[in-house]
């Protein structure tokens, strides 16, 4: 918990970074910092992607589609919380001189739009209209 809290005051005084370990290659900061922008980008498809199924799809029944653009609202929130911790982490440890750190949340993501790419093939096959 406290590696957590300690984590999250990162969030918002990146500069504190700068007062672990020794500063990385460069190369290897800006790779970090793409790949948040890569993390945030999907977080953005994620979101515009459940407004789309909210907005666009007035036909489905109120709960299904209400479930769908939840869970693609849900996948984006989490996605960008995601992106600004995971590159947190991943600065001091490089800075640190420690391995990366691992995560389970790729894979969590994946199932997310999985589920709700199954349900929306469910959708289309047999039109799920409300009524």
Same mark, same amino acid.
């Given at each position: 918990?406290?590696?957590?809290?300690?984590?999250?005051?990162?969030?918002?005084?990146?500069?504190?970074?700068?007062?672990?370990?020794?500063?990385?290659?460069?190369?290897? $900061?800006?790779?970090?910092?793409?790949?948040?922008? #890569?993390?945030?980008?999907?977080?953005? #498809?994620?979101?515009?992607?459940?407004?789309?199924?909210?907005?666009?799809?007035?036909?489905?029944?109120?709960?299904?589609? #209400?479930?769908?653009?939840?869970?693609?609202?849900?996948?984006?929130?989490?996605?960008?919380?995601?992106?600004?911790?995971?590159?947190?982490?991943?600065?001091?440890?490089?800075?640190?001189?420690?391995?990366?750190?691992? $995560?389970?949340?790729?894979?969590?993501?994946?199932?997310?739009? #999985?589920?709700?790419?199954?349900?929306?093939?469910?959708?289309?096959?047999?039109?799920?209209?409300?009524?």
């Amino acid at each position: 918990m406290k590696e957590f809290v300690q984590s999250l005051r990162l969030w918002f005084a990146p500069q504190r970074i700068r007062d672990e370990g020794d500063t990385p290659d460069y190369r290897f $900061s800006l790779a970090n910092e793409r790949t948040f922008l #890569a993390w945030i980008r999907t977080a953005l #498809a994620l979101i515009g992607g459940g407004f789309a199924v909210d907005q666009f799809l007035p036909g489905l029944a109120r709960g299904v589609r #209400a479930g769908l653009a939840f869970g693609l609202l849900a996948a984006g929130v989490l996605c960008a919380l995601r992106a600004v911790n995971h590159w947190v982490r991943c600065e001091r440890a490089m800075r640190r001189g420690e391995d990366l750190p691992v $995560s389970r949340f790729p894979t969590l993501l994946g199932l997310v739009v #999985a589920v709700v790419a199954v349900a929306m093939v469910v959708v289309v096959l047999f039109g799920w209209e409300g009524r």
